[in-house]
Every structure is written in C-alpha cells, then in structure tokens.
C-alpha cells in the first residue's frame, strides 16, 4: 500500500458567534408574544360569539313577528280577526312569546276601517321585548 504525503485537511472550529439556527430562547420568545396576543383576542372573540347568538334570536323573532303579519294580512272581514298568542323555541334554546292584538272593528259598507294589529315578540326568559311592529288592516266587511 501505498502512503500518501499530503497533509491531512483542517477542518475550522465552529465560531461562538455564527448564526446557525434558531435558539431556544428565540422560541421561547416567539411562543410568549403568540401567547399574550391570542389572550388579547379571547375577549374580542366571546363578544362577537356572545353578539352571533343575540343576532339570531333577533332573526328569529323578526321571522316570527313577520309570519304573523302575514297571518293578519289575509284577513278581510271582522269576524276572522283572531289574535294570537304563542310559545316558541329558537333553534338556540331561547323561548320567544308571540302576542299579537286587534284593534277594534266595526266597519259598515259606507265607512270601512283601518284597524291596528301589534305583533310583540319577548324573550321568555328576561321579560325583553326583542321585537315589536305595528300595522293597518283595511276592512271592508263586519
């Protein structure tokens, strides 16, 4: 075998001060200032969460007020003016109460009437009024 007579290669030490990765403490770092931003964000996020579920038992309750308008719309005579009250939950558990009440009527072919009919939706749980809306039937006939 034959020996070679070059010198082997020097491999240079590693400098303390070379930048070759990220460190620990930088992560340690990095994690904190994540932290401390996703806490500043939970109150933002419950409040938008908290303002989604009041949006739609407003929703629901328009939906409800505006059923029951329709209900009274197709009403033309005195005798089917029906008032109604009732029970219903939204699809968020929140019961609504529907209550809608008829002016007076009493029309006669000469003088027909604009009578009033309040639709009023509250929250059964809190007593709030979460809607309420007014309008005028036209009635012709007793």
Known sequence: MEQSNTA?????KRQWGAEDGVGIIEIVIALLLLAILAVSL???????LKQ??????????????????ERARSWVKCSELDPASLTVTDAR??????????GSCSPSPENP???PVQVTVTRLDTGV????????????ES
């Open 8 to 12: 082997p290669s020097v491999i240079p």
């Open 42 to 48: 939970v109150p933002v996020l419950l409040n938008g």
């Open 52 to 69: 989604a579920t009041s949006n739609a038992t407003l929703a629901t309750a328009t939906q409800l007020a505006n059923d029951e308008l």
């Open 93 to 102: 558990g929140v019961q609504l109460t529907l209550t809608s009440t008829v």
């Open 113 to 115: 009437v604009s009578v």
């Open 129 to 140: 009024v979460v809607t309420s809306t007014t309008t005028y039937l036209f009635i012709t």
